[in-house]
């Protein structure tokens, strides 16, 4: 590697000298530099520049620009080969050369420029000699350089053939440190694309963005290289390998072209520094900085080891290096703690430390160059040393190769990468990892801080630290208006003081300037800051003044809160002695403030999410910019996103624990405005937001999301910004951060209180309002905890999340779930509520949580499961009979769902299981033991609880005191406790556990699982007990309406149950059943012994208004109070109330069956009697009205199907019984009716006179009615008059019916249709005598006046039922026959006797008939011509001549003039005669054919004697009107049938003895087959 100077001198330009105001750049491997802009056509620089070169087969690019308004535009450019530069180690007198226009290109890489330009620039460059040795020496190092570089080059090609196709992205800036607020170097304003192998734009035509310089004064060599020895020995330090690991990526097309800071690219680029050589420059310059030095750092690369070593005020090299490509970020280097053995001997003089070279009065042997090589090659050196521990030269196992396709070696200077490396515990057993090993339980049982006596040792001088000497108690600013002289800057926000006057405020004291309107918003102690300014700057007197004014703070202090201190020596248990020294040590450490403080501070820029849109495109372009004290370092630019990841580390030292770190990130603009912004601010890009860290506060590693702030009330800010901060501190490297610190002494000062003071009560702190939840022990305790988060920056989140982790091993105390379950809700409050300005999700903000997410999920999880281990027991743990365990209890329901609303909001789980639904479940539990616990000890528990009598506790031995098949009287005892227990849920708990109303009702929970677990029990008990039956089945039964009770009175209206038919009448079904059949015999028992007594008393009537006797009321009585039993069970199956009402049915029809048939059996013996038959009629219908009100009651419409049927059909057996009994009660009176009657008949017989009554004999007539029904009108006058006062309205009517029914019957039957006496004959009786019109008109009037008798005004039969009488109907046609004609009674006959030819079953024999009908059609006449075809099969026996003939007669009216009867011949012994005869009947046209008849009669002609009849046959014409004519074969039959009616009419005809057609008519209607021989 070689060091190339370049001296710009001066230019001649041709034009006119006011347009020109000229700067230089020069660019080479990716590196740029400019100088200051100098007016006029003849500029003069005269600037010096130093570039690593580690290729010579480059070139140097100069450029010459002109600075415009808003564009600055080319002058001109030469491009000069590195190869043809001079070496030298003296300055020459320089060389001109010309500036040309073009940029010549080959393959993407500038090798030349073309097009000259009048113009000329004055350049010195030189390649400057390694050391102040011999030519020889030279050229042999050189040599040894070569090979390094050729081992190295061979393995990385691929790797830089690989980067060389990706594309790359700008490269991030190094910022200016005297501009704190300034996001880019605004002497370097273009480095974000300008490259050294860019393109430049042609001349005159293309701009370029400002680049505004500071000006400088001219100084010579010499004094450069006299500034450069005084900070010789700053600038060479130790040999530690802990370099910076470069993020950025070379903005380069190709990786071939390293940048000089740029370790891993090509070349070895041995010069560069490490970590500490650069902390050590950057403090070294502290006084330079404090006075607002002019001067610009540049924290990056090689580079910045010359501008450290030749800075001074006034002058200042500038050099902007572009950061390692991508590859360099994934280097693993090897920190080596011992030094390695020398494996060139030539390296021996150079591996010494350089502060060996020094002479005696600490002058540095060598030149700045050669010192610098020095280090550089002390690097080569141990690398090699490196490579050689990887193994036996396989340089896959070498640390810094990288295996696998395309692997190749990193940078020799490339960090460590710590993160894959085992962190090392840095006390003995942390009690962060303890409790992330062992979740809850190292937290509730043995806390790891409270063992670990070397951390506890540090606390404890901590806690003193912070209480000696307070923040909240430090001394104020005095501030005063100040003006100021020189750009200044507000030490809090770092923006310029404005104005050309009283610009802003200055500490009088320390000094400290600021913004008048951030003075409130400093927070370094003026005491303590006036005395390191002032120990600094020498001021010993007023040093003294401040540390006595410290000292009696201090003094005062410790006065004044004694007790503090006490408290801290008893938590951490030290002696008086030793506690009186640690305090004299403390004071002195404050009084010596920060000038022994030091730290290396490592800071990794994460990510960011939700950054203001500062880009018309709605999006930014964000880098970030660390500042740590005076120096600052930014990232890499990400084009177009609001939520960037950078993941970049950078490091820092600082000297002050004062000193705060200031992280702001900014929108990277490269347009017109922010180029106009350039001109005009310091700033050119937009501010997106800032925060603000107190390094004081830092310790350990730390993961933390930082919300981004407003730097002004103007500014449009949000997001947060993730930083992984890591924090050496110079003293304390072993000793954990002050997060676990922290949680040291919190964790000592609550077990000290709780556990040591209060015998493990915890004592809740009385505090109120909004913060409250932050108070966590009593005044002094909280004094100690809260200072010292406040002097060491623990949160108060942290300080919660530790509070919380404490408690939760006593989370059992009383009053502790109610805090934990504040603490906890203002947690997840915490990470949960996101405000407006921050849009980093809860599970992130959560995941960078100090206390660690692992430790407090763990944490949870644990206390989750020991709080529903404790619910699940909540009626042992919280006892109803406390109330303050019972608001412990609420409290613990309400820490439960604080969990669960952490773990959905904060830790973003999907599903997490609902507060509601794990309380549930832990009360579902608890009820179980509960019921287990009763169940088994349910006798002990009953005696106890509710037995009286106290000698009676110990009647039953052990084993039966629990359930059993021979009684039943453990049941009713579970049951009563099984109440208690629901009880006490529902009156006690549920108001407590009442935070879910919708999902959680303890007591209804209660009473399901007791019932469900009940149901199981009891399920099976009955399952046992069925097999057995050793007990009553009223005792079953007695149980069932126990069960019942139970589940009307708490399980009924349950929602899970609510609906649905339980199972417990099953269980008892058999039983009641058993219960039925056995209520079935009683109640018949009962029957027969309410009839006997009811018969004993003669049946007598109940009351005055009850017309039945008392055995009926009680049978009833009984029934009823069955049923009352059955309905009480009120049970809820449908399907089980309908088989015990069929059985209940059949027990009703059994009883009233019997009840009925008994008296229907002896009634006939009742009937002589005057009142008792009324009575048991009016029994039977009494049991027909209460059995419909059974049947109502059992449900009537909704009864079951058969059940239903079942008493149905009783009711009609009972209806049928009482028709029986009232026909019964109605054939009594039969006799007496027969009597009366003919006494009517023979009266009526009496009457004279004949033919039509003329209307002036109508008196006459009603007399002769009246004097007709004499008899029985008397009869019926004195029974009906008893009957409707005994008989009830049903039985009255039922009775009148039958009488009515008799009387007229009788009266047909007697007076007018006398009957024959030989019904088979037809034969009419001699003594039958015709009624005459004028009787038939008495009998008339007689049967009006005996219907309104019956009547009776409507309190009898009504009048409709009476005319529709068939008894009536029958009489009454009888009666109108009488006044009919013969030609009509025989017309009647033939049109309503159709049937009297049937019932032929057994015919006699056959005869076939043919009949022709023939209507005239003039006259209408009918003619009918009858032929007689033949008889077959006739079934005739004799011992004589057999001569069979044939008769056949027309019946008809109107027939009186015509012929109507004609006969064929006879055949002899002839069984199937042939007659072919034809006879003719004329018929008139009065009627129709329908109105005749055709009757055939075979008969055995017999001479002296009347001929026998063999059969009959008869056909009726309206059967062939629609044919015309018919031929046919005729059955004959023995007789012809007729119905009543028929009946009637014969017997009316039959008393016309004077009609020759009627005796005719009666004649052939009465004959019937003669009796054969021998028959």
């Not at 310059?285 to 750092?297: K, L, P, T, Y």
């Not at 009176?1229 to 009266?1243: H, T």
């Not at 004279?1248 to 029904?1269: E, H, I, Y």
């Not at 009669?1497 to 009107?1521: H, P, S």
Request: proline share 5%.
């Amino acid at each position: 590697m070689s060091l190339l100077c370049v001296r710009v001198k001066k230019a001649s330009l041709r034009g006119s000298p006011d347009k020109f105001n000229t700067y230089v750049t020069l660019k080479v491997q990716n590196v740029k530099s400019t100088t200051i802009a100098v007016r006029g056509d003849q500029p003069c620089w005269e600037q010096d520049f130093m570039f690593e070169i580690s290729r010579l087969e480059l070139g140097l690019i100069v450029e010459v620009w002109n600075k415009g308004l808003i564009w600055d535009t080319m002058v001109g450019n030469v491009w000069i080969p590195l190869k043809n530069i001079r070496q030298s180690d003296e300055e020459g007198p320089g060389d001109w050369s010309t500036l040309d226009a073009e940029v010549l290109m080959n393959e993407d890489e500038i090798c030349g420029t073309g097009s000259p330009t009048p113009h000329k620039i004055l350049l010195d460059t030189r390649f400057e000699m390694p050391f102040d040795i011999p030519e020889e020496e030279a050229i042999y190092w050189t040599q040894k350089l070569e090979q390094l570089n050729a081992i190295r080059n061979h393995d990385e090609y691929t790797i830089q053939e690989e980067v060389q196709k990706k594309p790359l992205p700008t490269a991030p800036s190094q910022c200016s440190l005297e501009d704190p607020d300034s996001a880019v170097d605004d002497r370097d304003s273009d480095y974000r694309s300008e490259t050294s192998n860019s393109i430049p734009p042609p001349f005159h035509t293309t701009s370029q963005p400002n680049a505004s310089v500071h000006q400088f004064p001219v100084q010579s060599r010499f004094q450069l290289q006299g500034i450069a020895r005084d900070h010789c020995v700053g600038t060479i330090p130790n040999y530690d390998l802990d370099y910076r690991e470069k993020k950025g990526i070379s903005p380069t097309g190709s990786s071939r072209y390293g940048s000089s800071g740029n370790l891993s690219q090509g070349s070895s680029q041995l010069s560069e520094l490490d970590h500490d050589n650069e902390n050590i420059h950057e403090s070294g310059v502290d006084d330079g900085r404090d006075q607002e030095s002019n001067h610009s750092h540049h924290s990056s690369g090689t580079q910045e080891l010359y501008n450290e070593a030749d800075r001074q005020p006034g002058h200042l090299n500038e050099n902007v290096i572009d950061e390692h490509d991508e590859n360099s970020r994934k280097a693993n280097g090897i920190a080596l703690d011992t030094p390695l053995p020398s494996i060139y001997p030539e390296l021996e003089l150079i591996a010494k430390p350089l502060d060996s070279y020094n002479d005696e009065d600490n002058i540095p042997l060598f030149p700045p160059a050669r010192a610098r090589w020095i280090r550089a090659i002390n690097k080569v050196r141990l690398q090699i040393q490196e490579a050689q521990l990887g193994g036996d030269g396989d340089p896959s196992k070498i640390s810094w190769f990288k295996g696998g396709t395309g692997g190749g070696l990193y940078g020799i200077d490339s960090m460590p990468d710590l993160r894959k490396k085992k962190p090392i515990p840095l006390v003995s057993d942390l009690s962060l990892v303890q409790s992330r090993k062992a979740g809850i339980t190292s937290a509730m049982a043995t806390r790891t801080s409270l063992k670990d006596e070397e951390l506890k040792n540090h606390v404890y001088k901590k806690t003193l630290q912070a209480l000696i000497y307070p923040i909240s108690c430090t001394t104020p600013h005095n501030f005063e208006v100040w003006t100021a002289t020189t750009p200044t800057y507000c030490y809090e926000c770092e923006g310029l003081l404005w104005g050309i006057a009283r610009q802003g405020m200055r500490c009088t004291e320390c000094g400290v300037k600021c913004h008048e309107k951030c003075q409130d918003l400093l927070n370094a102690d003026c005491l303590q800051r006036a005395a390191e300014k002032s120990s600094k700057h020498g001021a010993e007197d007023r040093t003294q003044n401040i540390i006595m004014a410290m000292k009696d703070r201090m003094k005062i202090r410790e006065r004044n809160k004694p007790e503090i201190f006490e408290l801290i020596r008893d938590v951490f248990g030290v002696t008086k002695v030793t506690h009186v020294q640690q305090m004299k040590t403390i004071k002195q450490s404050v009084l010596d403030g920060t000038s022994k403080w030091s730290a290396k501070i490592t800071i990794t820029v994460v990510c960011a999410q939700g950054l203001q849109a500062k880009d018309k495109t709605g999006s930014s372009d964000p880098y970030v910019t660390v500042q740590v004290g005076k120096t600052k370092k930014r990232t890499k630019t990400i084009y177009g996103n609001l939520n960037p990841v950078w993941e970049e580390k950078f490091y820092f030292e600082c000297h002050n624990s004062s000193d705060r770190i200031k992280v702001r990130v900014w929108d990277e603009d490269d347009d017109i405005k922010s180029r106009v912004k350039q001109r005009l601010k310091r700033e050119s890009d937009d501010f997106l937001g800032q925060t603000i860290i107190e390094v004081r506060t830092l310790s350990g590693e730390m993961d933390v999301w930082y919300n981004l702030e407003k730097r002004t009330d103007k500014s449009a800010v949000s997001g947060a910004i993730r930083l992984q901060i890591s924090v050496e501190i110079k003293g304390e490297e072993k000793v954990a951060p002050y997060h676990i610190q922290y949680t040291c002494l919190h964790e000592n000062l609550f077990h000290c209180l709780t556990d040591l003071q209060s015998s493990g009560v915890v004592k809740i702190p009385d505090a109120k309002g909004d913060e409250a939840w932050k108070v966590y022990f009593d005044e002094t305790a909280q004094e100690i905890v809260d200072e010292f988060a406040m002097r060491y920056g623990i949160e108060s989140i942290y300080q919660a999340m530790t509070h919380f982790a404490c408690l939760s091993s006593k989370y059992m105390c009383p009053g502790v779930p109610a805090v934990m379950s504040t603490l906890l809700a203002n947690i997840n409050a915490y990470y949960a509520h996101t405000t407006a300005s921050t849009n980093v999700s809860a599970s992130d903000r959560f995941a960078a949580s100090n206390f660690g997410k692992e430790r407090f999920v763990k944490l949870l999880d644990q206390l989750h499961n020991s709080l529903r281990i404790d619910l699940s027991m909540y009626r042992n743990n919280f006892p109803a009979s406390s109330p303050e365990r019972l608001q412990d209890l609420k409290s613990t329901v309400d820490l439960l769902t604080s969990i669960t609303f952490f773990r959905m909001k904060v830790q973003e789980l999907q599903s997490p299981p609902r507060a509601g639904q794990v309380v549930k479940d832990c009360v579902k539990a608890c009820l179980n033991s509960t019921y287990e616990y009763i169940f088994n000890n349910c006798h002990e528990l009953y005696s106890r609880e509710y037995q009286t009598d106290p000698n009676k506790k110990q009647e039953l031995p052990p084993e039966e005191q629990g359930p059993s098949i021979k009684n039943l009287d453990f049941w009713p005892k579970l049951i009563t406790l099984i109440v208690s227990i629901i009880e006490e849920d529902k009156n006690s708990y549920t108001p407590v556990l009442n935070q879910f109303p919708q999902e959680l009702n303890v007591g209804k929970i209660s009473a399901e699982v007791m019932w469900n677990l009940f149901a199981q029990d009891m399920k099976y008990a009955m399952e046992e007990h069925e097999k057995h039956r050793l007990c009553k089945s009223a005792d079953y039964m007695n149980l069932h309406f126990k069960v019942k009770w139970l589940y009307n009175e708490y399980v009924r209206d349950l929602p899970a149950i609510k609906g649905t038919i339980p199972e417990y009448p099953a269980w008892f079904e058999q039983f009641a059943m058993q219960w039925l059949d056995e209520n079935e015999e009683v109640s018949l028992e009962f029957l027969h012994g309410a009839l006997e007594r009811d018969k004993k008393d003669g049946f007598q009537q109940t009351s005055e208004h009850a017309l039945f006797s008392c055995s009926v009321v009680d049978v009833f009585t009984q029934l009823n109070q069955s049923f009352e039993i059955i309905k009480k069970l009120e049970c809820p199956d449908p399907v089980i109330v309908a088989h015990y009402m069929r059985r209940f049915a059949k027990t009703i029809s059994k009883v009233l069956q019997q009840y009925a048939d008994i008296l229907l059996k002896n009634f006939k013996s009742y009937c002589s009697k005057e009142m008792l038959p009324c009575i048991l009629m009016n029994n039977v219908q009494q049991l027909r009205v209460q059995l419909e009100k059974m049947f109502e009651a059992m449900g009537g419409k909704e009864l079951d199907s058969e059940a239903a049927e079942t008493l149905k059909d009783l009711q009609v057996k009972l209806n049928n019984v009482l028709d029986d009994l009232s026909d019964v009660f109605g054939v009594s009176f039969q006799p007496r009716l027969d009597e009366c009657v003919k006494q009517m008949g023979d009266i009526l017989s009496q009457v004279k006179g004949t033919g039509n009554v003329p209307a002036t004999a109508r008196n006459s007539v009603a007399q002769d009615a009246d004097n007709v029904l004499g008899p029985l009108m008397d009869f019926l006058d004195g029974n009906l008059t008893l009957f409707a006062k005994v008989c009830e309205k049903t039985v009255l009517k039922r009775v009148l019916k039958e009488l009515w029914k008799i009387v007229v019957n009788t009266v047909e039957r007697t007076i007018v249709l006398p009957p024959l006496t030989d019904q088979s004959d037809h034969m009419v009786r001699e003594e039958a005598r015709s009624l005459t019109p004028k009787q038939c008109a008495i009998m008339d009037l007689a049967l009006d006046t005996i219907k309104q008798y019956f009547h009776a005004g409507g309190n009898g039969l009504k009048k409709t039922f009476l005319e529709k009488s068939a008894d009536l109907q029958s009489l009454r046609y009888a009666l109108s026959l009488y006044t009919q004609t013969t030609d009509t009674l025989i017309k009647t006959f033939v049109q309503s006797q159709t049937a009297q030819g049937s019932g032929v079953g057994d015919p006699v024999g056959e005869v076939s008939i043919q009949i022709d009908l023939f209507t005239h059609p003039g006259t209408g006449e009918h003619k009918i011509t009858v032929k007689v075809v033949a008889a077959n099969d006739l079934k005739w026996q004799t011992t004589g001549m057999f001569r069979p003939f044939v008769e056949v007669t027309m019946i008809g009216p109107h027939l009186s003039d015509k012929k109507r009867k004609f006969t064929t011949k006879s055949k002899s012994n002839n069984w199937a005669p042939k007659y072919n005869e034809t006879f003719h009947f004329i018929l008139g046209n009065e009627n129709g054919p329908d109105s005749y008849e055709l009757q055939v009669c075979v008969k055995d002609y017999c001479f002296a004697r009347e001929d026998r009849i063999i059969g009959i046959a008869l056909m009726q014409l309206r059967d062939i009107i629609d044919k015309g004519s018919c031929a046919c074969w005729c059955p004959l039959g023995r007789r012809i049938h007729m119905d009543e009616t028929g009946l009637t009419v014969l017997r009316i005809l039959s008393q016309r003895t004077n009609d020759e057609v009627a005796k005719e008519f009666v004649k052939l209607k009465s004959e019937s087959r003669c009796a054969e021989e021998g028959s």
